[in-house]
Every structure is written in C-alpha cells, then in structure tokens.
C-alpha cells in the first residue's frame, strides 16, 4: 500500500519561511506525479494553492511557490503571514484513478 | 463564479440509506470531473473516487470501491455520493472537488458532515 508522508507539524515565526515536504513510498516524486498542495483552516473546506508541482492558482498569494526537493515535492512559504497558520495538505497522482493525499502539515506560526 | 454547493448535514443510524449532492454553476457542469473526498473527524483527506458528468464515466479509489456509489445528473447540474447501508465509521465530513485537468483540482464545495449513530 502507497503511503505519502508529510511532516506532521512544523512551527515558523511571522515574516520568515519554512518548507513543508511531501514524500512517497514508492520512491522519488518527480514532475511526474503532478503535486497539488492544498491548505485548510480549521473548520473550513480546503483550497487548492498549487498544482503540477510549481503552479498557482488565480487566487494563491505570491508568498506561497512548488518545487521538487530532494526527490519529494515541496511548498514553501516565503514571508509568513499570521493567516497561513492551518493545516496543508498534498495530493499526489498515482496514474489511472489513482490520487493519494498526504497526511497533512500543521503549520502554526508563532 | 465558480460555485459547488453541497447539500446539508445529515444524521442517520447505522443500516440506512443516503444521498448527499454536489451542485455546480458558473462553468460548464459536464466537461469537467468532480471528485468526492473524505475527512473523517480530526483526520486528513482520503480520496474517494471521480465521476465526469458528460458520460457518468466513475473510477473508485480501491479503499471505497463497493462502499459507496458515485453518480451525477447532467441535467441538474448535480453529482452525488450514495451509501446503501450506512456505519458509524461512515461518520465524516464530505467534499467534493473539482478537477480541470487529470492533475489539477481547484475549487471546493463547503462540504457535507455525515453523522451515523444509533
């Protein structure tokens, strides 16, 4: 069974930045697996921030960028906002039907 | 504006039924999928399956394949998420997404919490 694995919390201070990775069972996560990264707050839905590895969306903050880091796929917040505490979520594609979440980052910023 | 408006919470003992719908408007409803996922209290998203609405084609994620039964409406403008017999580990929050390419997800609905209890 594939299992994709974040870490499960991490903490940043206001202005500065933190990586948040998402890493794969099967192996090294390349372009190839599509990541899309979304972010929940706490009694909200999710939104999508980033897909594809590097795209953002319409409405996703300049601060937030996609990358490939050391074989697994990353978000990085540049300059956090006190806003940008909640959990993060990736999704990564499997080929066919097949998408698995991570098991989600909760970033506090403190 | 993009909108995907789920239908209400829901309350049911163990051995129901239920259908719970996801309404899209603002774009065209049947040249794009829409995926279901689950949040189960406290814990993270699962993938659950997909339907296109223009054909009803469906694919499952293996961990809900049987469980549950994904369909749509074209002519509603409406996809839904059915159980035929409900458990108390059904007991979550559902949404529905959208995708726009085979990679990409974007907009959310609001969510539907699902209550199962005797």
Same mark, same amino acid.
């Given at each position: 069974?594939?299992?994709?694995?974040?870490?499960?919390? =991490?903490?940043? &201070?206001?202005?500065?930045?933190?990586?948040? +990775?998402? @890493?794969?069972?099967? #192996?090294?996560?390349?372009? *190839?697996?599509?990541?899309?990264?979304?972010?929940?707050?706490?009694?909200?839905?999710?939104?999508? =921030?980033?897909? &594809?590895?590097?795209?953002?969306?319409?409405? +996703?903050? @300049?601060?937030?960028? #996609?990358?490939?880091?050391? *074989?697994?796929?990353?978000?990085?917040?540049?300059?956090?906002?006190?806003?940008?505490?909640?959990?993060?979520?990736?999704?990564?594609?499997?080929?066919?039907?097949?998408?698995?979440?991570?098991?989600?980052?909760?970033?506090?910023?403190? | 504006?993009?909108?995907?408006?789920?239908?209400?919470?829901?309350?049911?003992?163990?051995?129901?039924?239920?259908?719970?719908?996801?309404?899209?408007?603002?774009?065209?409803?049947?040249?794009?999928?829409?995926?279901?996922?689950?949040?189960?209290?406290?814990?993270?998203?699962?993938?659950?399956?997909?339907?296109?609405?223009?054909?009803?084609?469906?694919?499952?994620?293996?961990?809900?394949?049987?469980?549950?039964?994904?369909?749509?409406?074209?002519?509603?403008?409406?996809?839904?998420?059915?159980?035929?017999?409900?458990?108390?580990?059904?007991?979550?929050?559902?949404?529905?997404?959208?995708?726009?390419?085979?990679?990409?997800?974007?907009?959310?609905?609001?969510?539907?919490?699902?209550?199962?209890?005797?």
């Amino acid at each position: 069974q594939t299992v994709v694995t974040q870490e499960p919390s =991490l903490t940043v &201070s206001p202005g500065g930045t933190v990586t948040l +990775t998402c @890493a794969s069972s099967t #192996g090294a996560v390349t372009s *190839g697996y599509y990541p899309n990264w979304f972010q929940q707050k706490p009694g909200q839905a999710p939104r999508a =921030l980033i897909y &594809s590895t590097i795209n953002k969306h319409s409405w +996703t903050p @300049a601060r937030f960028s #996609g990358s490939l880091l050391g *074989g697994k796929a990353a978000l990085t917040l540049s300059g956090v906002q006190p806003e940008d505490e909640a959990e993060y979520y990736c999704l990564l594609y499997y080929g066919g039907a097949q998408l698995i979440f991570g098991g989600g980052t909760k970033l506090t910023v403190l | 504006e993009v909108q995907l408006v789920q239908s209400g919470a829901e309350v049911k003992k163990p051995g129901e039924s239920l259908k719970i719908s996801c309404n899209g408007s603002g774009y065209s409803f049947t040249t794009y999928w829409i995926g279901w996922v689950r949040q189960m209290p406290g814990k993270g998203l699962e993938w659950m399956g997909i339907i296109y609405p223009g054909d009803s084609d469906t694919r499952y994620s293996p961990s809900f394949q049987g469980q549950v039964t994904i369909s749509a409406d074209k002519s509603i403008s409406t996809a839904y998420l059915q159980w035929s017999s409900l458990k108390a580990s059904d007991t979550a929050m559902y949404y529905c997404v959208r995708r726009t390419t085979v990679t990409t997800f974007d907009y959310w609905g609001q969510g539907t919490l699902v209550t199962v209890s005797s």
